[in-house]
């Protein structure tokens, strides 16, 4: 038995790559479109995990997607959180809950998903304007 | 960058461990208890595939978990779909979507949470009860 990916759906698909790939740096392995089904599925990973995948599906008849309680987030350990941040915040992302620790973040992908981003190894040392910054929101 | 886990939430941990663990075949790999945040968090993966978890988040004081449109499923590959879809609904989980392809099933955790079970390469030859069996609910 093998983990395959998380499946999360879209409403934009150009809207979502821009976040996942663009801002967030996964990379896009392989998409699959259905014009019977009228929907495409793209697979995304972490470059050089591709093992463990996330596949957007957009349906091109568009509904609007609220998230329910069950589902939690998705997690990433990732090199520097401190530059993520900074990169994500450039790019107009808001930190819902910003890396104050120097060790955990929070952000929202365009449909409401949460994901979190785990410092690797041992936390960074508290450093502004991280440390004095507020939590927005919910995620 | 690297996946770590998808986090979902659990309303009863005993059951929800008796479903992803002793139904599904996943593997309890470590657990932390906050007696402060009165929450418990379980990390569970496919035997050999530690680097891909599901991590249950078990809130002490009970909140009802419902799902949401965003998130879809957690997906596995699985050795042979028909011996895994017999041996829950042996244990009494329903097949909503029964592999009467030979290829893909769904089934739903007690929260709710979609799981898609995909036979490994090749889609198997279709088989009864399987191939004759109606779709259940939704998932």
């Given at each position: 038995?093998?983990?395959?990916?998380?499946?999360?759906?879209?409403?934009?698909?150009?809207?979502?790559?821009?976040?996942?790939?663009?801002?967030?740096?996964?990379?896009?392995?392989?998409?699959?479109e259905?014009?019977?089904?009228?929907?495409?599925?793209?697979?995304?990973?972490?470059?050089?995990?591709?093992?463990?995948?996330?596949?957007?599906?957009?349906?091109?008849?568009?509904?609007e997607?609220t998230?329910?309680?069950?589902?939690?987030?998705?997690?990433?350990?990732?090199?520097?959180?401190?530059?993520?941040?900074?990169?994500?915040?450039?790019?107009?992302?808001?930190?819902?809950?910003?890396?104050?620790?120097?060790?955990?973040?929070?952000?929202?992908?365009?449909?409401?998903?949460?994901?979190?981003?785990?410092?690797?190894?041992?936390?960074?040392?508290?450093?502004?304007?991280?440390?004095?910054?507020?939590?927005?929101?919910?995620?």
């Amino acid at each position: 038995m093998k983990y395959l990916h998380t499946m999360v759906r879209v409403t934009d698909l150009d809207e979502s790559l821009d976040f996942y790939c663009n801002k967030l740096g996964l990379v896009e392995l392989r998409r699959h479109e259905s014009s019977g089904g009228r929907f495409t599925l793209v697979y995304l990973a972490a470059p050089g995990d591709e093992d463990a995948q996330v596949e957007l599906t957009w349906n091109w008849d568009p509904e609007e997607y609220t998230g329910g309680r069950n589902f939690g987030h998705l997690a990433y350990a990732v090199d520097d959180i401190y530059a993520l941040c900074q990169q994500l915040q450039d790019a107009g992302v808001v930190i819902n809950r910003p890396p104050r620790d120097g060790h955990m973040a929070f952000v929202l992908s365009p449909d409401g998903i949460s994901i979190e981003l785990l410092q690797k190894g041992d936390s960074l040392p508290a450093q502004e304007p991280w440390a004095s910054m507020e939590s927005v929101g919910s995620w």
